[in-house]
């Protein structure tokens, strides 16, 4: 059988606080330095993330206006036929802090000035089908933390989308 024994440890000695001495006030003057360092550096980090939830705001506030504006051409886009008109509004639901404003209109193509040594029967190749495209722009407007934010898109669409009086339609 065996037996464990447990050996006695001597109390060390233990020295008197020094007083007057040189390390007197040392612990008190870093404790500081160190809580004013620990101080910026948590206020460094408040700031840093508070810049990140900002901007993670704005581009998820610019992604939402790009699929707004995709969605306010579309509806353009399936229409069979196009007016020049323009409109504004807000949108509903839980997109209502974004407004909206489209125009539909027309756009002149010039000419193009052909050189002077093109034979005329090549001239009638180069003679525009239309002098006009249709031209839809839209804009998506918004406002977070007091400032104004708007994205903008346009397409182009063949003279066919857009109703013209006849008159108007011959080249």
Known sequence: MIRIVAAKSRPRAVRPPVRGGKSGGYILFETMVAMVLLSVGLIAINRAMRETI???????????????????????????????????????????????????????????????????????????????????????????FGRKYEQTAQTLWTPEKLFMPEEERTP
């Open 54 to 144: 900002v901007v993670r705001g704005q581009a998820r506030d610019y992604t939402e206006a790009r699929f707004l504006i995709e969605e306010t051409i579309s509806m353009l886009e399936l229409q069979p036929q196009l007016v020049e008109a323009s409109k504004s509004g807000r949108f509903e639901g839980e997109h209502a802090r974004f407004t909206y404003k489209w125009q539909v209109s027309k756009v002149d193509v010039p000419e193009p000035e052909l050189p002077p040594d093109v034979p005329p029967e090549e001239v009638e190749k180069f003679k525009l089908a239309a002098r006009y495209l249709a031209k839809i722009e839209a804009t998506v407007s918004w406002e977070r």
